[in-house]
């Protein structure tokens, strides 16, 4: 009977112990268990995007679609704060930022990759495209964009999206009347990159490595008397206020991306990536569409703005890009690799050229 009723025992226990474990799924399916533990392991992450263009920009507003896509397509486990104006940092600082992980996220220059990637140089030389099209298709679409964002992998930043500038309304932004190289000596112009100081140098004009956000005040105060710009510039900045004349020079164009910290990124849960992948694919296919909607509605908004905007003729043309390859030569001599990119984007300009 003692023996019987140990054994009782143990079957109770044991049976009470199944039953804790059984109660302890909550009775739930494979399917519901599984998903709950997905909805777990996914943890919301917010990032901060820096970028020091007003909210009016055409860029911007591809920024805030990107940003909207991609927390839609997280399912509320992204949230992204942009930060415009360079109310977090000016544009150079972005890099070193995100690289060193004071921000999530921000807007990178195609003229600030070459501090930092020297084969970016080759995008960014003086007079090797001719329009937006050929930007987008040959240049964002190119091999050299694959080698300039595994560059910048290595450095702690993934590239998600290239977004083209409109280069048909680069120009250089002046206090007085510009038609020539001639006209510019003596002032002193905002530059970005030593390519510009070079020309700069060739014309006689002074370069000012001022930020872009403080051009305005520059140009009001008598610092400048030119900045390298767009037209689209002049107008969202109200820099047509200081310095009225615009003098068409697509010198180069500019891209934007949209850069994030590449540990930062890697941790993020699949889907998240997913997203943010996904949703900057989405906006760089239209970014096109979207630089050329907005070139129309710029130049419409300058003329009612007041700019006065003055398109050199075919043989002014021949002033300003006159000494090209010298300077290329030059300025890149300890940089090899630059001319030879340079050589391979206009090998693929020549063939795409004649297809068109």
């Excluded at 049976?15 to 709950?36: H, K, M, V, W, Y």
């Excluded at 569409?289 to 130049?299: F, G, N, S, T, V």
């Amino acid at each position: 009977m003692k023996k019987f009723s140990k054994t009782y025992l143990v079957f109770v226990a044991l049976l009470l112990t199944l039953l804790i474990i059984l109660t302890g799924c909550g009775g739930q399916t494979a399917e519901d268990n599984s998903s709950a533990g997905k909805e777990a392991a996914v943890q919301k992450a917010v990032i901060r995007f820096s970028h020091a263009l007003p909210e009016q920009h055409y860029i911007s507003y591809q920024f805030k679609e990107w940003a909207d896509l991609a927390m839609q397509k997280a399912n509320g486990t992204l949230e992204i704060q942009i930060y415009p104006s360079a109310q977090l940092y000016k544009d150079p600082d972005v890099y070193e930022a995100i690289m060193t992980g004071g921000i999530e996220s921000g807007h990178l220059y195609s003229y600030i990759n070459t501090r930092y990637v020297p084969e970016a140089n080759a995008m960014m030389t003086w007079y090797l495209w001719d329009t937006t099209q050929e930007v987008y298709d040959v240049g964002v679409k190119g091999p050299l964009r694959a080698k300039i964002d595994a560059e910048f992998e290595k450095k702690g930043i993934k590239q998600l999206a290239w977004l083209p500038w409109h280069i048909e309304d680069f120009a250089f932004l002046t206090t007085k009347e510009v038609k020539v190289p001639a006209d510019m000596k003596g002032l002193t112009v905002r530059a970005t990159m030593p390519e510009d100081a070079a020309w700069y140098q060739k014309w006689g004009v002074n370069p000012s490595y001022i930020s872009g956000s403080e051009q305005y005040m520059a140009l009001q105060r008598g610092v400048l008397q030119g900045t390298l710009a767009t037209v689209a510039t002049s107008v969202e900045r109200k820099l047509y206020e200081v310095a009225p004349y615009a003098v068409l020079v697509p010198f180069y164009d500019q891209i934007s991306s949209i850069g994030i910290n590449k540990n930062f990124f890697d941790k993020l849960a699949p889907e998240q990536q997913k997203a943010l992948v996904d949703a900057a694919k989405e906006v760089e296919a239209k970014s096109m569409a979207a630089a050329m909607k907005d070139y129309e509605e710029i130049m419409k908004r300058a003329q009612e703005a007041g700019v006065k905007v003055y398109k050199p003729t075919p043989e002014e043309m021949k002033l300003w890009q006159a000494g090209k390859d010298e300077i290329r030569q030059q300025l890149y001599k300890d940089q090899p690799q630059v001319l030879e990119e340079v050589k391979k984007l206009e090998e693929q300009l020549a063939a795409y050229r004649q297809k068109k």
